[in-house]
């Protein structure tokens, strides 16, 4: 029975469950975006003054990178597979985390900075 659970704690199922788990965040993004925007009568872009929905547009516009992202790193890691013979996947797991959530970050940054300074309407 032990070794059936230990098999199940791998790096490619925590890639998986990271990747399950994006695709969650977006579809909640989704349905929070369309609230948000329906509430203050917007339907593609939030008005000048209103932060939250801008928070929100930024929550979405985060949550379709990281599920990319995780999609990256899903074929980052079957590539390390079939391509490296020896290969330790706890050695890059930390790697892929990095990349999946904070890959996203430093794009949606800089969106965001630039949105802000230059094109205040959304």
Same mark, same amino acid.
């Given at each position: ?92 797991? /930390? ?5 999946? /959530? ?14 802000? +300074? +230059?094109?205040?309407?959304?």
């Amino acid at each position: 029975m032990r070794a059936v659970s230990l098999k199940l704690h791998c790096t490619r199922n925590y890639i998986h469950m990271h990747l399950f788990v994006s695709f969650i965040l977006k579809a909640i993004a989704v349905f929070i975006k369309d609230v948000v925007l329906y509430e203050v009568g917007e339907v593609d872009n939030c008005s000048s003054g209103s932060v939250g929905c801008k928070v929100v547009i930024v929550f979405f516009q985060y949550c379709i990178m990281a599920s990319f992202f995780w999609l990256l790193v899903e074929g980052l890691y079957l590539h390390a597979l079939l391509a490296v013979s020896f290969f330790s996947e706890r050695k890059y797991f /930390w790697a892929y985390i990095l990349i999946g /959530w904070g890959g996203p970050t430093i794009f949606i940054t800089a969106w965001s900075i630039t949105k802000a +300074y +230059y094109n205040d309407v959304g």
